[in-house]
């Protein structure tokens, strides 16, 4: 059987897929690391933006300073649901307890109450995790709906976002490759430590016939000129 040829792009010029095509998959929020690329949402920068003065609106409530009669007004008038028209009782009493809660935690727990804050509002169930990359400086925060995006599909977003992957040149060419410089095909992103496994099964076909050929540094030649 014919085999499969590939051979590494050097590391330091491999590109990632995610800052290829330069769209965020739908609903993710990256946010906390200011060193690195963030993305928001719409509803991330309602929720940010009121989510600190929702309680002192909340508690005037009944008094001479309300500026809203009730809670279903302020939680409608302040974070409006974007999945429906309104919210139910059920989840006016929720976003008491978030905004409440918020007020007087640490910020390393502001994830637990911007998760279900988002959940409300965009009606998809919301996670939270840092994704880290090789140093300790390589982290982000990120927000994203569980229900759209699989622990599988994060681990692979992690692996984009921080390019910890590898990039390799598949022989697409008739001709058989005597030297990886002949290698000569299309551009795939490995995301484990084993690119074999991952462009055999991209090609259907046998570990046994993939040949793969590592970038392993560069050689250094002298060069003359006449005198």
């Known amino acids: 059987m014919k085999k499969t040829y590939a051979r590494q792009i050097a590391p330091e010029h491999q590109e990632s ?6 769209e965020f998959p739908d609903g993710l929020i990256l946010a906390g690391n200011r060193h690195y690329r963030s993305h928001s949402t719409d509803e991330y920068e309602i929720l940010i933006a009121h989510i600190g003065e929702a309680f002192g609106d909340l508690e005037d409530i009944g008094t001479d300073n309300q500026w809203y009669k009730n809670a279903t007004e302020l939680f409608h008038a302040m974070f409006t649901p974007t999945h429906k028209e309104r ?4 989840e006016i009493a929720e976003w008491k307890e978030i905004i409440i ?3 007087s935690c640490r910020a390393a727990d502001e994830y637990k109450y911007f998760c279900p804050a988002l959940s409300l509002m965009t009606g998809n ?4 995790m840092t994704i880290r990359g090789y140093s300790q400086g390589d982290w982000q925060e990120v927000y994203y ?3 759209l995006y699989s622990s599988e599909f994060m681990r692979c ?3 984009e976002y921080f390019n910890m992957g590898s990039e390799w040149i598949v022989h697409a060419e008739e001709y058989e490759p005597e030297e990886p410089e002949d290698i000569r095909g299309y551009a795939i992103y490995c995301y484990t430590y084993e690119p074999v496994k991952e462009i055999a099964k991209s090609k259907g076909v046998d570990i046994e016939d993939v040949v793969v050929y590592i970038h392993d540094g560069y050689t ?3 060069k003359y000129r006449l005198a």
């Open 125 to 128: 169930k919301y996670g939270y």
């Open 145 to 147: 709906p569980k229900n």
């Open 157 to 159: 977003f992690e692996t």
């Open 220 to 222: 250094k030649h002298d």
């Open 87 to 90: 919210y139910s009782t059920k």
């Open 101 to 103: 809660g918020y007020n």
């Open 17 to 22: 897929p995610l800052f290829l095509s330069d």
